[in-house]
């Protein structure tokens, strides 16, 4: 399984921006899909996820401005990003699990996802 993103880049606090992670190799119907991100000096955080059923989960710190997304038809997971703030600034990474829709927590920050794209940047300005 190969995961890439892309879509990273600057934009100014309060705009909005959109990444994208393409998957391909060998997928599943069955999955569950996430976003997790690293600040500079900090540790990975979750981010969302969804999985086949549908179902996503959101950190607080971006529940209401953030909505992450799967077309299955491209094969592509989405993270469209709203109301950016600095603290948004981070790299992003895609990570996956085939085989069923369990999620893990987020709070574990991907523990348990097994497949990792190499991230994008987001860098959000004043």
């Known amino acids: 399984v190969q995961l890439v993103e892309s879509g990273g880049g600057s934009v100014q606090a309060g705009g909005s921006l959109r990444v994208s992670c393409a998957a391909s190799?060998?997928?599943?119907?069955?999955?569950?899909m996430g976003w997790f991100r690293q600040a500079p000096g900090k540790e990975r955080e979750g981010v969302a996820t969804i999985n086949s059923d549908g179902t996503t989960t959101y950190a607080d710190s971006v529940k209401g401005r953030f909505t992450i997304s799967k077309d299955n038809a491209k094969n592509t997971l989405y993270l469209q990003m709203n109301r950016v703030k600095e603290e948004d600034t981070a790299k992003y990474y895609c990570a996956a699990r085939y085989g069923g829709g369990w999620c893990p927590p987020l709070h574990t920050a991907g523990y348990g996802m097994v497949h990792w794209g190499k991230g994008t940047l987001v860098t959000i300005s004043s």
């Open positions: 190799g060998y997928t599943h119907s069955s999955y569950c």
